[in-house]
């Protein structure tokens, strides 16, 4: 089993940053491909970004490409969601999620253990 809590969300305004992190514990970190997915009111879950056992391979959602960064700190079993020039329209419950895989996946069904969200608020 892998327990996650996310932490770092808050309220910022459109334009700004904000870091969200995921502590891991349990099974062996390193040999955990991560994922960070987002729920808005009213919507479905939505894919946002993974990262794989290394780190050398990330994959984005084409609505955050170019905006947030993905990294993960094994020794630390941290993963992070950097996410800059922040809009309205990604406001949302943000959860992180891993999966006892090699290979990153961006379906949520794929995903073994999930974290209790974070939200992430944006004001225009």
């Known amino acids: 089993q892998v327990q996650l809590v996310e932490s770092g969300g808050g309220l910022v305004q459109a334009g700004g940053s904000l870091r969200l992190s995921c502590a891991a514990s349990?099974?062996?970190?390193?040999?955990?491909?991560m994922g960070w997915f987002r729920q808005a009111p009213g919507k479905e879950r939505e894919f946002v970004a993974t990262?794989?056992?290394?780190?050398?391979?990330?994959y984005y959602a084409d609505s955050v490409k170019g905006r947030f960064t993905i990294t993960r700190d094994n020794a630390k079993n941290t993963v992070y969601l950097q996410m800059n020039s922040l809009k309205p329209e990604d406001t949302a419950v943000y959860y992180c999620?891993?999966?006892?895989?090699?290979?990153?996946?961006?379906?949520?069904?794929?995903?073994?253990?999930w974290g209790q969200g974070t939200q992430v608020t944006v004001s225009s």
């Open positions: 999620a891993g999966r006892s895989w090699v290979y990153v996946s961006q379906d949520s069904g794929q995903y073994d253990y």
């Open positions: 349990g099974r062996t970190f390193s040999r955990i491909t």
């Open positions: 990262i794989s056992w290394s780190g050398g391979s990330t």
